[in-house]
């Protein structure tokens, strides 16, 4: 049965874990061996338990029904359960968590526009060709309806540009240097991704020197070299691509990578020859025609090469699939794990009612309500479950806050994230033993006290 659930599972498992797992390698000797093996053992040492306690039995004593029951180990089924909702709560913390950070990281401003920007692969078009019409191209595709902004540049938002680049300032020896990412842009670069200015301007089509010299910092870079953003403007600097560069602006600090690491000190200068994508900002009206578009005007304008495009925010979030997957997996091991946890809180609840049954038939007798009895039978598995919440809540903030140092942009480790799932566990567990409790309760009393 476990097979065939697998078989029909599979394609299932290699969406949620982006793997490409066959049957094939599930029938592997080794797979198989290893598979009948744990088996063997697990069967071994759930049979064991219940065999010794069986062998302890003295016989003329069970035939009389003088037999005590195995109340004696209770304390070992008690922690069976306290340790699978121990985990459970880990799990679903876990979930909560990653989920949380999540969708931090998918709602947290950028610093840029990343809403209705189509981005174009140039790495598809003829190079010489795309170098040589550049302008004539940004400027057909401006003219195209529902289009407000064309740019192009060697790394998007999401991408990286040239790393690792030493740069040199004018008037400092050559030794000190300092490592920024470089980025070619076109001089629309900041207006088509709505980026701010903390000093200076922005690239000007209009005075010829900016194209050849000018350079735009972020925050970051600025940081760097010891600079405020006012001061910056002006200076010149030299980098690889770059011989006499001169200061026009600042940028605000954006997030070019994301919310996994800091913001890296940024340049950027303009260089057609090294684009390799195209961003147009479409506007209000409808997407999928403003696409169509740009499509038939590339193939009209480089026939026989493909068009390929995503959109600016859905490449920005293929960042954290890695994220999203691991919510997708933990969350569905901690349904899983709960679901194992109230098999074994209904075992033990039916094996406390069954046990309790003369106790609970006087109690009715002497005139307990429903309700009462209930709450008897409830409070010793819901005492469990809050053990189980002490044990689960510093492993679970451990593990989280462990996790959450990866990230330089991160959500706090809120408490009420964790009173969350101690609640939902504690509902759970009355959800779970709530119809032992009230069958026990509502049993006739009168077939209690007869039972011998």
């Given at each position: 049965?476990?097979?065939?659930?697998?078989?029909?599972?599979?394609?299932?498992?290699?969406?949620?874990?982006?793997?490409?797992?066959?049957?094939?390698?599930?029938?592997?000797?080794?797979?198989?061996?290893?598979?009948?093996?744990?088996?063997?053992?697990?069967?071994?040492?759930?049979?064991?338990?219940?065999?010794?306690?069986?062998?302890?039995?003295?016989?003329?004593?069970?035939?009389?029904?003088?037999?005590?029951?195995?109340?004696?180990?209770?304390?070992?089924?008690?922690?069976?359960?306290?340790?699978?909702?121990?985990?459970?709560?880990?799990?679903?913390?876990?979930?909560?968590?990653?989920?949380?950070?999540?969708?931090?990281?998918?709602?947290?401003?950028?610093?840029?526009?990343?809403?209705?920007?189509?981005?174009?692969?140039?790495?598809?078009?003829?190079?010489?060709?795309?170098?040589?019409?550049?302008?004539?191209?940004?400027?057909?595709?401006?003219?195209?309806?529902?289009?407000?902004?064309?740019?192009?540049?060697?790394?998007?938002?999401?991408?990286?540009?040239?790393?690792?680049?030493?740069?040199?300032?004018?008037?400092?020896?050559?030794?000190?240097?300092?490592?920024?990412?470089?980025?070619?842009?076109?001089?629309?670069?900041?207006?088509?991704?709505?980026?701010?200015?903390?000093?200076?301007?922005?690239?000007?089509?209009?005075?010829?020197?900016?194209?050849?010299?000018?350079?735009?910092?972020?925050?970051?870079?600025?940081?760097?070299?010891?600079?405020?953003?006012?001061?910056?403007?002006?200076?010149?600097?030299?980098?690889?691509?770059?011989?006499?560069?001169?200061?026009?602006?600042?940028?605000?600090?954006?997030?070019?990578?994301?919310?996994?690491?800091?913001?890296?000190?940024?340049?950027?200068?303009?260089?057609?020859?090294?684009?390799?994508?195209?961003?147009?900002?479409?506007?209000?009206?409808?997407?999928?025609?403003?696409?169509?578009?740009?499509?038939?005007?590339?193939?009209?304008?480089?026939?026989?090469?493909?068009?390929?495009?995503?959109?600016?925010?859905?490449?920005?979030n293929r960042q954290y699939q890695a994220e999203e997957r691991l919510a997708r997996i933990v969350g569905?091991?901690?349904?899983?794990?709960?679901?194992?946890?109230?098999?074994?809180?209904?075992?033990?609840?039916?094996?406390?009612?069954?046990?309790?049954?003369?106790?609970?038939?006087?109690?009715?007798?002497?005139?307990?309500?429903?309700?009462?009895?209930?709450?008897?039978?409830?409070?010793?598995?819901?005492?469990?479950?809050?053990?189980?919440?002490?044990?689960?809540?510093?492993l679970a903030w451990y593990a989280v806050d462990q996790w959450l140092s990866s990230f330089a942009y991160?959500?706090?480790?809120?408490?009420?994230?964790?009173?969350?799932a101690g609640g939902l566990a504690v509902a759970v567990a009355l959800l779970t033993v709530s119809y032992?409790?009230?069958?026990?309760?509502?049993?006739?009393?009168?077939?209690?006290?007869?039972?011998?």
């Amino acid at each position: 049965m476990a097979l065939l659930a697998v078989a029909g599972l599979l394609p299932v498992l290699n969406e949620l874990t982006e793997k490409q797992i066959t049957l094939t390698t599930l029938l592997d000797p080794r797979v198989m061996g290893g598979t009948v093996l744990f088996l063997a053992l697990t069967g071994l040492v759930a049979g064991l338990y219940p065999a010794l306690v069986l062998a302890r039995f003295r016989p003329v004593e069970t035939l009389k029904g003088l037999q005590a029951s195995s109340g004696g180990n209770a304390w070992l089924r008690k922690g069976l359960v306290v340790f699978q909702f121990s985990v459970s709560l880990v799990l679903i913390i876990g979930t909560l968590m990653v989920v949380r950070q999540l969708r931090y990281m998918q709602n947290q401003q950028l610093g840029f526009t990343k809403e209705r920007v189509l981005v174009v692969k140039l790495r598809e078009a003829p190079r010489r060709e795309l170098i040589g019409q550049y302008e004539s191209l940004r400027q057909e595709l401006s003219a195209l309806p529902n289009v407000e902004a064309v740019t192009g540049a060697a790394a998007m938002p999401g991408r990286t540009g040239w790393g690792g680049q030493l740069v040199w300032v004018e008037g400092r020896p050559e030794t000190e240097t300092v490592t920024l990412e470089v980025i070619t842009v076109d001089p629309d670069y900041a207006h088509t991704l709505g980026l701010k200015f903390r000093s200076g301007r922005d690239y000007d089509r209009r005075i010829p020197t900016d194209a050849s010299e000018g350079i735009l910092l972020n925050e970051a870079a600025c940081k760097a070299f010891g600079w405020n953003p006012q001061e910056a403007v002006g200076k010149k600097l030299r980098t690889a691509g770059m011989q006499n560069g001169r200061v026009l602006g600042v940028l605000a600090d954006y997030h070019q990578h994301g919310l996994k690491e800091q913001i890296r000190p940024v340049l950027t200068f303009v260089a057609p020859y090294a684009f390799n994508y195209l961003a147009i900002r479409l506007g209000a009206g409808d997407v999928q025609a403003s696409v169509a578009r740009v499509e038939q005007f590339w193939r009209s304008r480089f026939p026989g090469y493909t068009f390929q495009y995503t959109f600016l925010d859905e490449d920005f979030n293929r960042q954290y699939q890695a994220e999203e997957r691991l919510a997708r997996i933990v969350g569905l091991f901690a349904a899983l794990a709960v679901g194992i946890a109230c098999l074994g809180l209904f075992g033990l609840a039916a094996f406390t009612a069954q046990q309790r049954t003369k106790e609970i038939g006087v109690r009715k007798v002497l005139g307990a309500s429903v309700t009462s009895i209930v709450l008897l039978l409830s409070k010793d598995f819901v005492v469990l479950v809050l053990v189980a919440i002490l044990l689960a809540t510093p492993l679970a903030w451990y593990a989280v806050d462990q996790w959450l140092s990866s990230f330089a942009y991160k959500i706090d480790l809120a408490w009420w994230v964790f009173l969350l799932a101690g609640g939902l566990a504690v509902a759970v567990a009355l959800l779970t033993v709530s119809y032992q409790s009230i069958r026990a309760a509502l049993a006739n009393p009168v077939k209690s006290l007869k039972m011998e």
